[in-house]
């Protein structure tokens, strides 16, 4: 892939699916491995393709797109939640091992973003349970995510964006 796209200085590991299932029986083996699939081996391969390159250039930033879900269980279910807390021992073992090469590495952690896939449209119920009253915007992820890329200093940070949902 870096044949193909040339240097790449910035991974945001941003694609993820999130299919609920209310029930622990309801998770089928197929749903488990789909969601590991996607949200986790897919974000590995990607910083292990990249991040190598990043450290011979001494630059880089990886930003995985973590979720709630990883600290609270959340509302889509065991195998959404256990993929996204994965990426966050990823974070940590990456960032380790290459703060002193100019690659930071972190993971973001939204809830209840509105208008996206996973979201599409407004909740009034889902809203009441957020402590500032309503749902983040893609704008507010973007926003951060823009922040913690232009930032050298913050590195093996798991980050929350959930309007208080999940005090860190
Ligand atoms: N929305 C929320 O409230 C929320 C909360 C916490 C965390 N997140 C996280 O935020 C990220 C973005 O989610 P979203 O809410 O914006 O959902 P979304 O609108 O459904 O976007 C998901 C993206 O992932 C891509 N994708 C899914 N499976 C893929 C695959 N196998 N190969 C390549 N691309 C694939 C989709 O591409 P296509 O459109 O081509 O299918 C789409 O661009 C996800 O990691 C999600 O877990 C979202």
């Known amino acids: 892939m870096a044949e ?3 240097d790449v200085d910035v991974l945001v590991a941003n694609a993820g699916v999130g299919v609920r299932r209310d029930a622990l029986e309801d998770v089928t083996r197929e749903d488990w491995h789909a969601h590991l699939a996607v949200n986790l081996t ?3 391969l990607l910083a292990q ?10 630059f ?13 269980g959340g509302i889509v279910g065991p ?11 990823l974070t940590h073992w990456l960032a380790s091992r290459f703060a002193g090469s100019g690659v930071t590495v972190n993971a ?16 009034e119920e889902l809203a009441r349970r957020v402590p500032v009253g309503r749902l983040g915007t893609p704008a507010e992820v973007a926003d951060l995510t823009l922040a913690v890329i232009r930032n050298g200093y913050i590195t093996n940070q ?8 999940f005090p860190h």
């Open 49 to 58: 393709r990249l991040a190598p390159g990043m450290r011979e250039r001494r």
């Open 4 to 6: 193909e796209a040339g």
């Open 108 to 123: 973001i952690a939204p809830a209840l973003i509105e208008d996206t896939g996973m979201l599409p449209g407004g909740s």
């Open 60 to 72: 880089g930033r990886i930003v995985f797109m973590s979720s709630v879900a990883a600290f609270t």
């Open 158 to 165: 798991l980050i929350g964006i959930d309007g208080g949902m």
């Open 79 to 89: 195998h959404y939640a256990a993929s996204k807390a994965g990426l966050h021992g």
């Open 42 to 44: 897919a974000p590995f």
